[in-house]
Nanobody, 114 residues
Framework: QVQLVESGGGLVQPGESLRLSCAAS????????MGWYRQAPGKQRMFVAR???????FYIASVKGRFTISRDNAKNTVYLQMNSLKPEDTAVYYC????????WGQGTQVTVSS
């Protein structure tokens, strides 16, 4: 059974950092482009960042320079380092394969509030 498990979220103050992890199981994702997405309350899930199988990265404008996506293929895991967090980053964060999406995981809640 293919499964994605996101973790690392929490409640932080503006300007602080979090590191999210997405552990995949059930198949190897090393050949896939992987993405992080987020869903804010009352809004649609939206794309945030992606990393190709070769390590090329892309970010939406609002997180570029603050977020860093990375991967450890040996661990079948993708990460999202989030620095200088803002209240508008508050959302449930998910990961998935871009090439071959699988059922969504439960996500991890990130709340940025003073």
């Amino acid at each position: 059974q293919v499964q994605l498990v996101e973790s690392g979220g929490g409640l932080v103050q503006p300007g602080e950092s979090l590191r999210l992890s997405c552990a995949a199981s059930g198949r190897i994702f090393s050949s896939d482009d992987m993405g992080w997405y987020r869903q804010a309350p009352g809004k649609q899930r939206m794309f945030v960042a992606r990393i190709s199988s070769s390590g090329y990265t892309f970010y939406i404008a609002s997180v570029k320079g603050r977020f860093t996506i990375s991967r450890d293929n040996a661990k079948n895991t993708v990460y999202l380092q989030m620095n200088s967090l803002k209240p508008e980053d508050t959302a449930v964060y998910y990961c998935n394969s871009i090439n071959n999406p699988v059922p969504w995981g439960q996500g991890t809640q990130v709340t940025v509030s003073s």
